[in-house]
């Protein structure tokens, strides 16, 4: 089966393109992951929403993804942070990482294939640094930095449409972030100084003892990955948030191509910003969030991501109590319309009025992922066949329930919006199963008083009961 086409928003050539990857079905995927010196915040987890999206869609029309996340445990900020705790530095990012992990998992975010945490990638990245220092792309600065010299690479600027004119030509950069009216000479490799040394970030190299610049740390891990598993040094989709497109995403095509000699990545895809309650998320504002709070405020992980969903990921979304609250609205209707359509037997077929509600539904919300993941419009496809279906069942007209349901479960599993199933005790499983084979028994035998007193002895633990012509269903109400 060859996939589906998929069109996607280039920030290279601002345009919607078909994608069009290099060993198809195969797709490398490459996600800028976080920087582990604190909890990520649901800004940074609205960007790796969309790209979980993203993933799953590709998966569901047939791609083969291959996805890189990178864990940045070293740079300026990490530095800072493992200092001002008095720690090593894996030692303060380590459990920020496993942090990471726990919110992806409560958020129902596919794990990457591979997460590179770059203090694990310093031979790759000192032999990109040495390759640029040959290609003489890359200079030693008097303070013993390398450098990446722009006036080297006649293209840089192209992601961010940047006005070459502008550059900064020797000026030079040392921080890992910097404005876009600031574009410099900026290092790859910086000279190791005694904060550095103190917690643990100091690497010897045949340029000199430092520690890699942030953007190098992409380039290196990217390029080590998709080489070493597929031979190739082109990506096929590189994703971020769009704070990341400069100086970061900029500097990343500098020293990749200009190591390579070849593209860097054929598509770029960005996505937009979050604000909390009208105002980008700041500690000053008071409106910081954390996925672990909405977490520790027992907040269903499928409202979060219809939240996000419902807005396109190149569109900024604000994130409010009212919308989440109408998101929880609507993750319990979807719930509700599901076990509808389970009550009214899967194993029906043919080909009523549902089915064909069913295969619209599934046709807009084809049309609408394909086209740029437009989330929005496969949410309202999804919702305009969930009061379809409904009015279909009110009016009784039968046939058609179990196309509708696996079309359902299919977009709503890609999606992933449908409730957290509360895990059940087995012992309560068990428990369950006993009664209900002692209640059939007991209909059987016309003893329907104690019949009747199992169903009520099941109900007072929350268990609903329903006998249908395969046998007694259940489930917690
Ligand atoms: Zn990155």
């Known amino acids: 089966m060859s996939p589906a086409p998929v069109s996607l928003h280039n920030t290279l050539t601002r345009r919607i393109e078909p994608l069009q990857p290099l060993m198809p079905p195969r797709v490398t995927l490459y996600t800028c992951g976080p920087t582990v010196w604190n909890y990520a915040h649901i800004g940074n987890f609205r960007t790796f929403l969309f790209e979980d999206l993203l993933r799953r869609w590709l998966e569901h029309v047939g791609y083969d993804v291959f996805q890189i996340m990178n864990l940045t445990d070293v740079d300026d900020r990490t530095i800072k942070a493992a200092r001002a705790a008095g720690k090593r530095l894996t030692e303060h990012t380590e459990p920020f990482t496993q942090a990471f992990f726990e919110d992806r998992d409560y958020l129902r975010i596919k794990p990457a294939h591979v997460y590179t945490r770059a203090t694990e990638y310093m031979t790759p990245m000192i032999a990109l640094v040495s390759r640029l220092l040959e290609r003489g792309v890359a200079y030693k600065g008097e303070d013993g930095s390398v450098y990446f010299a722009l006036a080297k690479f006649p293209t840089y600027g192209r992601l961010s449409r940047l006005d070459t004119r502008e550059l900064k030509v020797g000026a030079r950069v040392a921080s890992d972030d910097y404005a876009k ?63 990341l497109i400069f100086p970061h995403h900029e500097n990343e095509i500098a020293q990749s191509e200009g190591a390579t000699g070849q593209p860097f990545a054929r598509h770029w895809v960005h996505g937009e910003f979050l604000n909390v309650r009208g105002t980008k998320m700041s500690k000053r504002h008071g409106n910081f969030l954390t996925a672990r709070d909405l977490r520790e405020q027992g907040v269903d992980a499928a409202a979060v991501r219809l939240l996000f969903f419902q807005t396109h990921y190149r569109q900024p979304v604000d994130f409010t109590d009212e919308a989440l609250d109408a998101a929880k609205e609507g993750v319990r209707r979807l719930d509700e319309f599901h076990a509808r359509l389970r009550g009214a037997g899967s194993g029906e077929q043919g080909a009523g009025e549902l089915t064909k509600l069913a295969e619209k539904m599934e046709t807009d919300v084809s049309a609408a992922l394909n086209d740029d993941l437009n989330a929005p419009r496969a949410v309202a496809a999804l919702f305009d066949f969930v009061r379809a279906a409904n009015r279909e069942l009110d009016r009784g007209t039968g046939g058609g329930t179990g196309a509708a349901l696996a079309a359902f479960e299919r977009v709503a599993g890609v999606l992933n919006v449908l409730p957290t199933r509360k895990a059940l005790d087995p012992e309560l499983v068990r428990w369950v199963e006993e009664r209900i084979a002692a209640r059939d028994k007991a209909r059987k035998s016309k003893d329907f008083k104690a019949a009747d007193a199992i169903r009520a002895e099941l109900s007072a633990r929350g268990v609903e009961i329903e006998d249908t012509a395969q046998g007694t269903k259940w489930r917690m109400a």
């Open 181 to 243: 009216d600031d574009p410099s000479d900026f290092a790859i490799w910086k000279k190791s100084d005694a904060k550095d040394e103190a917690v643990g970030a100091a690497w010897d190299a045949p340029f000199g003892r430092g520690r890699p610049g942030w953007h190098l740390e992409c380039s290196a891990m990217s390029l080590e990955e998709i080489g070493r598993r597929f031979g190739v040094q082109t990506l096929d989709i590189h994703a971020g948030g769009i704070d």
